[in-house]
């Protein structure tokens, strides 16, 4: 059974800090490209960050570009994404998603972890 496990959110002030953990069990972790995908209230889900299974980041938002970094551990089966200069905006529940290198659909998701940024 695959798991993916969200962890690191919570309530931080504009400017500041916050890692967000994603620990994947149940599956060949190695072969999978991650990536974080965020939505805010009355919007739709964004992709945030990618990942490949190299270890390589694929993506980043616009939005994000210069303030976040996605990052992984394949001996910890663990993909991070570390995210500074916080704005309001950031605000929206986070999750973790999982595909094959050889797919493009994202098949695994976690349960995601809220951020709430505050002004």
């Known amino acids: 059974q695959v798991q993916l496990v969200e962890s690191g959110g919570g309530l931080v002030q504009a400017g500041g800090s916050l890692r967000l953990s994603c620990a994947a069990s149940?599956?060949?972790?190695?072969?999978?490209?991650m990536g974080w995908f965020r939505q805010a209230p009355g919007k739709e889900r964004e992709l945030v960050a990618v990942i490949n299974w190299k270890g390589v980041s694929t993506y980043s938002a616009d939005s994000v570009k210069g303030r976040f970094t996605i990052s992984r551990d394949n001996a910890k089966n663990t993909v991070y994404l570390q995210m500074n200069s916080l704005k309001p905006e950031d605000t929206a529940v986070y999750y973790c998603?999982?595909?094959?290198?050889?797919?493009?659909?994202?098949?695994?998701w976690g349960q995601g972890t809220q951020v709430t940024v505050s002004s």
């Open positions: 149940g599956l060949t972790f190695s072969s999978y490209t």
């Open positions: 998603a999982a595909r094959h290198y050889t797919r493009t659909t994202y098949y695994y």
